[in-house]
């Protein structure tokens, strides 16, 4: 049995006590407790580790058989991270209890991908609110302020019930569920006051969640160390101030006569569709742009999952 070997190496790091010892599920009995037969009576202990954690497989889809090195069917993390970043995989484990097998497809991945752009694209859009960039409803801040109080203490009790990361991913996405539903956007400039702190508190404690388990939703625009990179992130910034100049002269109307600010329109409106069109081209290339009540915002896609999402 590799039991004494593991136990000497173990002791070797760790010394006399553990606090936390992991393991697949299929590893509690006889293996765990063998070891810790063994580990007891080497230190003269009464109890050697305090909590053993045995987590789930990791199965491939429509398998009835766990990933596994001895049987050829994985996939290295390395070659992982060749299409997909770590972030996505993290989000990915956390659909999921510990305690259960999951099934590796392209469909879960997929799943974790569009959870993680939506909640990008929500801190995007509430950020953008709250510098006035984007124009809104009325918001009912009170609904808001409820919702992330229950959030909080729903994410609180299912993390205290084993760890239950699945129903917290859930709770935190219907939080943003909700933030989406008051960002509706309207053509004019509507009256009454504004509600940024509901969104700031909301923005902050979904970007702590996210962190805490390491995944990052945080603005990755800024460029430093390579010159090129910052060079091409300067290049979009002019594009976008151009496309945006192109567009605010074919939206402006300074005609005096209905007839004339028709015709102005219909003159301009293929600068409409260039500036539409370059918008669609640069998706292809992650890059995408959304306009907002008096100006554009653009973000690199590709950074945040390896995949694309339509522009708005």
Same mark, same amino acid.
């Given at each position: 049995? #590799?039991? #004494?070997?593991?136990? *000497?190496?173990?002791?070797?790091?760790?010394?006399?006590?553990?606090?936390?010892?992991?393991?697949?599920?299929?590893?509690?009995?006889?293996?765990?407790?063998?070891?810790?037969?063994?580990?007891?009576?080497?230190?003269?202990?009464?109890?050697?580790?305090? $909590?053993?954690?045995?987590?789930?497989?990791?199965?491939?889809?429509?398998?009835?058989?766990?990933?596994?090195?001895?049987?050829?069917?994985?996939?290295?993390?390395?070659?992982?991270?060749?299409?997909?970043?770590?972030?996505?995989?993290?989000?990915?484990?956390?659909?999921?209890?510990?305690?259960?097998?999951?099934? $590796?497809?392209?469909?879960?991945?997929?799943?974790?991908?569009?959870?993680?752009?939506?909640?990008?694209?929500? *801190?995007?859009?509430?950020?953008? $609110?709250?510098?006035?960039?984007?124009?809104?409803?009325?918001?009912?801040?009170?609904?808001?302020?409820?919702?992330?109080?229950?959030?909080?203490?729903?994410?609180?009790?299912?993390?205290?019930?084993?760890?239950?990361?699945?129903?917290?991913?859930?709770?935190?996405?219907?939080?943003?569920?909700?933030?989406?539903?008051?960002?509706?956007?309207?053509?004019?400039?509507?009256?009454?006051?504004?509600?940024?702190?509901?969104?700031?508190?909301?923005?902050? $404690?979904?970007?702590?969640?996210?962190?805490?388990?390491?995944?990052?939703?945080?603005? @990755?625009?800024? *460029?430093?160390?390579?010159?090129?990179?910052?060079?091409?992130?300067?290049?979009?910034?002019?594009?976008?101030?151009? @496309?945006?100049?192109?567009?605010?002269?074919?939206?402006?109307?300074?005609?005096?006569?209905?007839?004339?600010?028709?015709?102005?329109?219909?003159?301009?409106?293929?600068?409409?569709?260039?500036?539409?069109?370059?918008?669609?081209?640069?998706?292809?290339?992650?890059?995408?742009?959304?306009? @907002?009540?008096?100006?554009?915002?653009?973000?690199?896609?590709?950074?945040?999952?390896?995949?694309?999402?339509?522009?708005?």
């Amino acid at each position: 049995s #590799p039991a #004494p070997r593991v136990c *000497v190496a173990r002791s070797l790091v760790f010394g006399r006590q553990l606090d936390i010892h992991s393991g697949g599920a299929d590893l509690a009995f006889p293996h765990h407790e063998n070891e810790i037969a063994q580990c007891e009576a080497f230190h003269q202990c009464r109890q050697w580790g305090n $909590y053993f954690l045995h987590s789930g497989h990791l199965h491939v889809k429509g398998k009835e058989e766990k990933m596994s090195k001895s049987l050829k069917n994985y996939i290295t993390i390395k070659d992982f991270l060749k299409t997909s970043p770590p972030d996505v995989f993290r989000l990915f484990c956390m659909r999921s209890s510990y305690r259960s097998a999951i099934d $590796y497809s392209d469909g879960t991945m997929l799943e974790a991908k569009q959870l993680l752009l939506a909640a990008a694209a929500f *801190v995007e859009d509430a950020r953008a $609110y709250m510098k006035g960039q984007l124009v809104c409803g009325p918001i009912r801040d009170d609904v808001l302020w409820e919702r992330l109080c229950h959030t909080k203490d729903a994410v609180k009790a299912a993390l205290a019930d084993d760890f239950d990361t699945p129903t917290a991913v859930d709770a935190v996405m219907d939080l943003v569920h909700h933030g989406n539903r008051q960002l509706k956007a309207h053509a004019k400039e509507p009256g009454g006051p504004r509600s940024p702190a509901v969104f700031g508190s909301i923005v902050s $404690y979904i970007e702590q969640f996210f962190e805490t388990v390491g995944i990052s939703l945080a603005d @990755r625009q800024s *460029v430093s160390g390579d010159s090129s990179q910052a060079t091409l992130h300067s290049v979009v910034e002019e594009l976008v101030r151009f @496309r945006l100049q192109v567009r605010q002269f074919a939206l402006a109307t300074g005609a005096a006569t209905r007839e004339a600010r028709r015709q102005q329109q219909l003159d301009r409106q293929p600068l409409l569709e260039a500036c539409d069109a370059l918008r669609r081209d640069l998706i292809a290339h992650g890059i995408s742009i959304k306009d @907002r009540s008096s100006t554009s915002t653009w973000e690199l896609l590709d950074q945040r999952t390896g995949d694309q999402r339509p522009g708005s």
